[in-house]
C-alpha cells in the first residue's frame, strides 16, 4: 500500500510511519517541520517539506497514495486560546485541503487525527462517541469541524473516511522542551532534574492517558476496516482514567523519587475529567489497548534518560 501520513515528522505520525515500513508499505512523510523534527522521518521514507494550507503542496503528496492518515495539526488548547485564527487555518483549512485534495487524487480512505478535547468535559464518563460535544478552546472547535468534514466527505464524495478521537497520547519521541510540551514529558523532565513539577489546578484533574504504541494500531485497523466502517467516529483510549496526583506517584515509583509538586492555577480551557468509552473502536475496529499506563511510563523514562 503506498500511504501519505501528514504531520509524519511529529510525535505520533513518526510512529506511524514506522509501522507502515515495518509491515511493508511505501510511505510519504508530508511536514513543513514546524514542530516536526526531521530526525523522526524515517531514512525509508520519501519526505515532501510542505504545510496542509498550500494546494499545491498538499497535490504532489496526495499523488498515487491509496491511504491518507491526516496526523497534522497545530495542538495544544493553550496555543489556540493564545492564536485561535493559526489554529483554525492549519486545523480547519488545512484538513478541508487534504480531504478535497485526496478526494481529487482518487484516495480510497482518509484517517483523521482528531481529539477527546471535542467533548468538553462531558457529565458521561466513560465518555462514549454518542455523548453531545461541547468544546471549550479552539481548538477543541478546530478537531470538531474536522470531524464533520471528515464525515460530509464520505457521504458526498468517493473517499471512505474515518476520525479517531485520540485521549492524552504519550511516549517516546515527546519532547519536554516544546513551546506547549504535554504533562507527562513536563512531570518527567523535572522529577529527573530533581526539581519540583508544576501542577496547574490542584492534580485531581484526570485524563484518560494513551501509549503511543497503541494509537498507531487504532490507525492501522481504521484504515483496513470495512466499508461501513466510514464516516464513523472512535474514540482511542484504555478507558482508566488516571489523575494527574496518580500520575506523579507513577513516575515516582519508576523514577524511584517522592514527587513533591508546586501547585498553580489551572489554566484556562482545560477540563477537569476525561475517560474514553472505547468499546465502539473494540467492536468495530478490533482494537484493544496492550501497553498499560504503568509500563508506557516506565518506557518513557527509558526513551527521556537515554537521549
Not at 454518542?130 to 468544546?135: E, G, Y
Amino acid at each position: 500500500m503506498q500511504a501519505l501520513v501528514t504531520g509524519g515528522a511529529g510525535f505520533i505520525g513518526s510512529h506511524l510511519v514506522d509501522a507502515l515500513l515495518a509491515r511493508g508499505d511505501t510511505v510519504r512523510v508530508f511536514d513543513d517541520l514546524s514542530t516536526g523534527r526531521r530526525e523522526n522521518v524515517h531514512a525509508e521514507s520519501e519526505l515532501v517539506e510542505g504545510s496542509v494550507v498550500d494546494e499545491d503542496a498538499v497535490r504532489r503528496a496526495v499523488a498515487g497514495c491509496e491511504v491518507v492518515f491526516h496526523q497534522s495539526a497545530l495542538g495544544a488548547v493553550a496555543r489556540s486560546v493564545a492564536d485561535p485564527r493559526t489554529s483554525d487555518r492549519v486545523n480547519v483549512h488545512g484538513t478541508l485541503t487534504v480531504l478535497t485534495l485526496a478526494r481529487d487524487a482518487g484516495v480510497r480512505r482518509v484517517v483523521f487525527a482528531s481529539s477527546s478535547s471535542v467533548y468538553g468535559g462531558a457529565a458521561v464518563v466513560p465518555t462514549p462517541e454518542t455523548v453531545p460535544t461541547r468544546p471549550r478552546s479552539p481548538y477543541a472547535v478546530s478537531k470538531l469541524a474536522g470531524e464533520w468534514y471528515t464525515r460530509v466527505f464520505a457521504e458526498l464524495y468517493d473517499v471512505e473516511t474515518v476520525a479517531l478521537r485520540y485521549f492524552n497520547v504519550f511516549g517516546p519521541r515527546q519532547r519536554p522542551d516544546s513551546t506547549y510540551a504535554a504533562v507527562i514529558p513536563l512531570f518527567t523532565a523535572a522529577l529527573l532534574a530533581d526539581e519540583r513539577p508544576t501542577v496547574h489546578g490542584d492534580g485531581t484533574q484526570s485524563r484518560d492517558f494513551t501509549y503511543v504504541s497503541d494509537v498507531v494500531a487504532a490507525n492501522l485497523l481504521a484504515a483496513g476496516g470495512p466499508p461501513e466502517t466510514s464516516s464513523e467516529v472512535f474514540n482511542v483510549a484504555p478507558g482508566a482514567g488516571s489523575s494527574l496526583l496518580d500520575l506523579l506517584a507513577g513516575l515516582g515509583r519508576v523514577i524511584g523519587v517522592e514527587p513533591d509538586p508546586v501547585f498553580v492555577e489551572p489554566r484556562a480551557g482545560d477540563i477537569h475529567t476525561s475517560c474514553a468509552d472505547a468499546s465502539k473502536a473494540r467492536t468495530q475496529l478490533g482494537w484493544a489497548p496492550e501497553v498499560t499506563f504503568e509500563d508506557g511510563l516506565a518506557r518513557y523514562v527509558d526513551w527521556l534518560r537515554s537521549g
